[in-house]
T-cell receptor
C-alpha cells in the first residue's frame, strides 16, 4: 500500500538558518509528490509538486524539494528560514486505485522558528 | 474569487445531534473532497466526488454522508454525532478529476466539537 512518512514531528530552527524537512514515500512507480503548508488556523496551501523531469523543483516562498528515487525521498529545503515560515508542513503522494485517485498525506512536521 | 468556502467555522454539538457542514467552490472544479484533521494523524480522506451525482468513500467514511447535486456544492452530513467526530474538517477541490496530479485547493476549515 502507498504511504508517506514524515519522520520529524516537530523541528525548531533559528531565523536565518537553513531548513530541511524529510519525507519518505512507498510506491512502486514514479509517484506524484507534493508539499503543502498550513499556517495556524488556515487551510493547506500548495508549496510545490513533482511529476517528472528535473528532480529539483522550485516552489513558492523560496522553498525547493529534491526527488531521490534511490532513497524514496522528497525532502523540502529552504536556505534561510524566516519567522513567517513557522507552520505545519505536509508531504503528500498521489494515490492510484480504481478509476479515481486522490492524495495520501503524511502526518505533518511542525516548524517553529526562534528569533 | 472566493475559492473554497466552508461554513460554519466553529460548531459545538451534543452527542446524537445531526448537522451539515457546507462547502462551496466557485472554480468549476470537478473534484471535491472532505478531510478530517486530528492531532498526530495528519489528514484523512472521508468522502470525495469526481463530479455532480458521483460520490465515493475515502479512508474514514463511517458516520458521514455526502451528496453532490451541483458542481459547486459538496455538503458533509453527520447523521448522529459522536465525540470521536470532534475534529477539524477541511473541504478541498481540484481541477484534476482524479486529484492525483492537480493542486488541491482547501477551505479554511470547520472546527467541530461533540460533547
Amino acid at each position: 500500500a502507498q504511504s508517506v512518512t514524515q519522520p520529524d514531528i516537530h523541528i525548531t530552527v533559528s531565523e536565518g538558518a537553513s531548513l530541511e524537512l524529510r519525507c519518505n514515500y512507498s510506491y512502486g512507480a514514479t509517484p506524484y509528490l507534493f508539499w503543502y503548508v498550513q499556517s495556524p488556523g488556515q487551510g493547506l496551501q500548495l508549496l510545490l509538486k513533482y511529476f517528472s523531469g528535473d528532480t529539483l523543483v522550485q516552489g513558492i516562498k523560496g522553498f525547493e524539494a529534491e526527488f531521490k528515487r534511490s532513497q524514496s525521498s522528497f525532502n523540502l529545503r529552504k536556505p534561510s528560514v524566516h519567522w513567517s515560515d513557522a507552520a505545519e508542513y505536509f508531504c503528500a503522494v498521489g494515490r492510484y486505485g480504481g478509476s479515481q485517485g486522490n492524495l495520501i498525506f503524511g502526518k505533518g512536521t511542525k516548524l517553529s522558528v526562534k528569533p | 474569487n472566493a475559492g473554497v468556502t466552508q461554513t460554519p467555522k466553529f460548531q459545538v454539538l451534543k452527542t446524537g445531534q445531526s448537522m451539515t457542514l457546507q462547502c462551496a467552490q466557485d472554480m468549476n472544479h470537478e473534484y471535491m473532497s472532505w478531510y478530517r484533521q486530528d492531532p498526530g494523524m495528519g489528514l484523512r480522506l472521508i468522502h470525495y466526488s469526481v463530479g455532480a451525482g458521483i460520490t465515493d468513500q475515502g479512508e474514514v467514511p463511517n458516520g458521514y454522508n455526502v451528496s453532490r447535486s451541483t458542481t459547486e456544492d459538496f455538503p458533509l452530513r453527520l447523521l448522529s454525532a459522536a465525540p470521536s467526530q470532534t475534529s477539524v474538517y477541511f473541504c478541498a477541490s481540484s481541477y484534476d478529476r482524479t486529484s492525483t496530479t492537480g493542486e488541491l485547493f482547501f477551505g479554511e476549515g470547520s472546527r467541530l466539537t461533540v460533547l
